[in-house]
């Protein structure tokens, strides 16, 4: 009797609903379920976190940047198309494209304190030089970087603003280490081209 039952505890229940994958829960969010964006919501939200902490460092700020991303996942599902990767891939990029945009942020606000404080500081001539020629420098990479193909800029980013290893850029654009490579060099080649540097 004992083992009859054990043999029927594992029978699998035939009513039982095998559980949904990423992309079928993000299909679900962009038609208004909630509960599938509470599951997805718990499935993602520790690797969306420890997206944005390795390019912030503060824990706080993280954890603001890890729930805007996840608000703008459930406001955008939308427009993920699963024909250009999988959900994962494309919540990951929009984590890691969000804490960017919060580093540049605090960058431009600290430059800002900075300017108000060093107004009436008459600087040397070499000085202003100098930052010119920075900043010079700064808009030729930006400008550079949109000479890049989308997942050019992609892999560059994930690998020189958000320090990642080639591994990690690959896992995050779900894509074949070879392929990150040739894309990060290829990149580079272009940015060093757009940039008139000559090796």
């Known amino acids: 009797m004992a083992s009859g039952a054990r043999s029927l505890r594992s029978v699998p229940d035939p009513g039982g609903a095998p559980p949904r994958s ?11 379920d909630q509960e ?23 824990p ?7 729930q805007e991303v996840l608000v703008e996942v459930w406001r955008t599902a939308t427009r993920f198309d699963p024909d250009r990767g999988s959900a994962v891939t494309w919540i ?50 930006r400008d550079a970087l949109d000479q890049l193909t989308d997942l050019q800029r992609e892999a560059v980013e994930l690998a020189y603003y958000g320090g990642h290893t080639y591994r990690e850029v690959a896992e995050l654009l779900d894509a074949p280490l070879g392929t990150v490579k040739t894309r990060l060099r290829d990149g580079l080649i272009r940015l060093r081209d757009a940039m008139g540097v000559h090796a």
């Not at 990423?22 to 208004?32: I, K, M, W």
């Not at 706080?60 to 890890?66: G, K, N, T």
Request: aromatic share 6%.
């Open 92 to 141: 990951m990029v929009m984590a890691h494209r969000r804490a960017i945009d919060r580093v540049r942020s605090e960058q431009s606000s600290r430059d800002r304190d900075q300017r108000v404080g060093q107004r009436e500081h008459v600087r040397p001539f070499d000085e202003v030089a100098e930052e010119v020629e920075t900043r010079f420098e700064h808009q030729q990479v």
């Open 60 to 66: 706080s700020q993280s954890e603001e940047v890890a």
């Open 22 to 32: 990423e992309d079928e829960l993000l299909g679900a969010v962009a038609r208004g």
């Open 36 to 58: 599938a964006f509470s599951e997805l919501y718990d499935r993602v939200a520790g690797k969306v976190y420890g997206v944005i902490r390795r390019v912030l460092r503060d």
